[in-house]
């Protein structure tokens, strides 16, 4: 059974820095390229970031420079460090496996909410 379980979410003021992680379970976690997506009120899940097994990076325009994804693949775990948070990146921040860059996978996790507000 594949579980991916996000922590890490929070309040934080406009300007200010969170650090997500996703641990996994139930997949050969270093096969498998990770991504970051997520949904803020009223929008569509958006691809944030994406890690592939080799570490290569890909980014979302809108958070390049900001945010920096990476894997722990002893810990089966991936993360995303978020810096210069705006009010813009309010959203449900949802940890996925297997996807390529263009499409997620099929295993999610249960989100975690990351509210910038002063």
């Known amino acids: 059974q594949v579980q991916l379980v996000e922590s890490g979410g929070g309040l934080v003021q406009p300007g200010g820095s969170l650090r997500l992680s996703c641990a996994a379970s139930?997949?050969?976690?270093?096969?498998?390229?990770m991504g970051w997506y997520r949904q803020g009120p009223g929008k569509q899940r958006e691809l944030v970031a994406t890690?592939?097994?080799?570490?290569?990076?890909n980014y979302a325009d809108s958070v390049k420079g900001r945010f920096t994804i990476s894997r722990d693949n002893a810990k089966n775990t991936v993360y995303l460090q978020m810096n210069s948070l705006k009010s813009e990146d309010t959203a449900v921040y949802y940890c996925?496996?297997?996807?390529?860059?263009?499409?997620?996978?099929?295993?999610w996790g249960q989100g975690t909410q990351v509210t910038v507000s002063s």
């Open positions: 996925n496996a297997g996807g390529n860059l263009i499409l997620p996978g099929s295993w």
């Open positions: 139930g997949i050969i976690f270093s096969t498998y390229l």
């Open positions: 890690i592939g097994r080799g570490g290569t990076t």
